[in-house]
């Protein structure tokens, strides 16, 4: 958090160069810096009215300084992370002598408590949409016989399509209402849900969530789930509904039971009754440059084996590589692919697909803040090698080729805009100190003339002395 600090706002108004004192000044020298400029800059002293508001601004500069820098909590806050730091919420509740590391953590902590109630007051719209694309039409016609060959354009065309949408409404600071719903079509055959949710945070351990929902092809929906922590290292959540339709009511039951195995280790148990029984255990480990997952599942109509690894670059671009099999009865896919951060709130991934009997698909993903677009293209129902080749190269020679034409050429300019900011805030804040500075040396001229001028009067009064 401490990084989210841009350097011209830690450097922001130098408290020490305004009292003109050293950077570990001790409070004798501080508080007779203080003095002198206080008879220096009181605008008592001066009778001209601009003077008297020039002195008047430096005056109030200097108390400000001074009310920092005598507090050696606040001095400690301002060394740190300049003013900035010391516009945070909740340090008047922060136990006093503290070093400067302690500090540096309870900063981060206030700034995630803002950050919290921040996000609290917010809607935090989630959202996404999947377009299907049928490209099967581009391999599969030159696997036929020659003579059977139609000529003219492949055929390509969209299957499904899904666009599905959530907002966050806190209620309170323990209840929040969650709205959802969706809108599906495949191969001319539509249909929506919409969902409401209400959740409770009942205790520092758990919450639990009631939710209502209904669609002209499942028909209502009743359900409940319950979070609960149940040691500082272990979890539980189960979930139960009730789906009516005109088959009649089916329950369902969903629970994971999860515990942390090490830092880095999750474990997972989960027992899923109803329309798709299975018992599900898995293992995630996430660390900072890898993460992989094992997985099992017996169930009905799925049983299979699971395996992902990702690697993920320590780059500026957040790059990440992986792979994945997964076997079963429904056959063996195999996946590779790729992620890249494009731009500060952009992520963009492609994944191959090859599987038996699925054939070979490319699916690629856009992150766009709390937004995600998905494109999954079915190339080919077989296994074929050309339909693997430019699943593979086509998205990279693209994402090549738009990096190169608009990516850099987009962020190079972004960054030539930061920079021109950057450039006339700084001539403002030089402009701003080269008037502060020019009304000090008036204020110095004003001082040293009345000096002057009272010991001319006492000379003159006095001539023998």
């Known amino acids: 958090m401490a990084s989210a600090l841009d350097d011209d706002e830690i450097c922001n108004d130098d408290y020490y160069s305004l009292l003109n004192v050293r950077r570990e000044a001790t409070q004798e020298e501080l508080k007779a810096a203080y003095r002198r400029l206080c008879m ?7 009778r001209d009215a601009e003077l008297k508001r020039q002195a008047e601004t430096l005056f109030n500069l200097v108390h400000e300084a001074y009310e920092v820098l005598s507090d050696p909590q606040a001095r400690a806050i301002y060394d740190i992370y ?7 919420d909740g340090w008047e509740v922060v136990e006093r002598k503290r070093s ?5 953590e309870e900063f981060e902590r206030l ?12 809607t935090n719209p989630k959202g996404t949409i999947s377009v299907g694309i049928d490209a099967t ?17 492949p055929h390509i065309e969209i299957n499904r399509m899904q666009i599905s949408q959530s907002i966050e409404a806190p209620l309170t600071t323990k209840d929040t209402a969650i709205l959802s719903g969706s809108l599906s079509t495949h191969n001319g055959n539509g249909g929506g849900t919409i969902n409401l949710a209400l959740r409770r945070v009942t205790s520092a351990k758990g919450w639990g969530e009631v939710e209502l929902g209904a669609g002209d092809t499942h028909g209502p929906l009743l359900g409940m789930k319950i979070f609960r922590n149940l040691t500082p290292r272990c979890f539980v959540t189960t979930q139960c509904g009730l789906q009516f339709s005109s088959r009649g009511v089916r329950p369902g039951v969903t629970t994971v039971l999860a515990r942390h195995l090490d830092k880095n280790t999750m474990g997972y148990l989960q027992w899923r009754w109803g329309i798709h029984s299975s018992m599900n255990t898995s293992i995630v480990r ?7 997952t094992l997985a099992v599942q017996l169930g009905i109509p799925q049983t299979f084996m699971m395996m992902s690894y990702q690697y993920k670059f320590q780059d ?19 996946e590779y692919g790729a992620e890249r951060k494009i731009s500060r709130h952009s992520v963009v991934g492609a994944t191959v697909s090859i599987g038996v009997p699925q054939g070979v698909s490319l699916k690629i993903k856009l992150n766009r803040a709390s937004q995600t677009y998905f494109f999954p293209i079915h190339l080919t129902d077989q296994l074929l090698p050309s339909a693997v080749f430019y699943a593979t190269v086509g998205p990279l020679v693209f994402y090549l080729a738009i990096q190169q034409l608009i990516i850099r050429p987009y962020v190079r300019a972004q960054k030539e805009q930061e920079l021109e900011k950057q450039r006339e805030s700084s001539a403002s804040n030089i402009a701003k100190k080269k008037q502060e500075a020019e009304a000090a040396v008036l204020l110095m001229q004003e001082s040293v003339r009345r000096i002057i001028e009272a010991e001319e009067s006492r000379m003159a009064t006095y001539p023998h002395q």
């Open 111 to 122: 700034q995630r408590e803002r950050e919290e109630r921040r996000l609290q007051q917010r």
């Open 316 to 334: 500026e671009d957040q790059t990440k590589i992986k792979g994945s099999v997964k076997s079963g009865f429904f056959g063996t896919v195999v």
């Open 100 to 104: 400067p590391a302690e500090i540096r």
């Open 286 to 292: 996430d660390t900072k440059s890898s993460h992989l």
């Open 137 to 153: 039409d581009l391999f599969d016609r030159y696997e036929e016989d020659y003579e059977d060959m139609v000529g003219g354009i």
């Open 82 to 88: 300049g003013k900035r730091g010391l516009d945070v």
């Open 40 to 46: 220096l800059y009181h605008p008592d002293k001066h």
